[in-house]
């Protein structure tokens, strides 16, 4: 089993930052995917960003060259980071953390609030 524990979000003014973590813990894959989806009011969910195991990356057109996914490795554990820079008002949504041995992976956070307002 694998727990995900989301952290940070919250409010920020158009062009501000913010960082979303998502550790997950528990019985880690040698082979995964970890990153973020999103879902805004009244749209479907959709992909952010993610990362592979080896270090690959993934970003949607929308977000490409404004965040940034990493990963922090530890004892059965793995940390992902993404940084958030240039914020729009349309990145206003609730992100998802996800994890698995495909992409999407079967295992989903709780979900964090993302709000960019002025």
């Known amino acids: 089993q694998v727990k995900l524990v989301e952290s940070g979000g919250g409010l920020v003014q158009p062009g501000g930052s913010l960082r979303l973590s998502c550790e997950a813990s528990?019985?880690?894959?040698?082979?995964?995917?970890m990153g973020w989806y999103r879902q805004a009011p009244g749209k479907q969910r959709e992909l952010v960003a993610y990362?592979?195991?080896?270090?690959?990356?993934?970003?949607a057109s929308a977000v490409k060259d404004r965040f940034t996914i990493s990963k922090v490795n530890a004892k059965n554990a793995v940390t992902v980071h993404l940084q958030m820079n240039s914020l729009k008002a349309e990145d206003t949504a609730v992100y998802y953390c996800?994890?698995?041995?495909?992409?999407?992976?079967?295992?989903w956070g709780q979900g964090i609030q993302v709000s960019v307002s002025s």
């Open positions: 528990g019985s880690i894959f040698n082979i995964y995917y």
């Open positions: 996800n994890y698995g041995r495909f992409q999407p992976g079967v295992y």
């Open positions: 990362l592979s195991s080896a270090g690959n990356t993934n970003y």
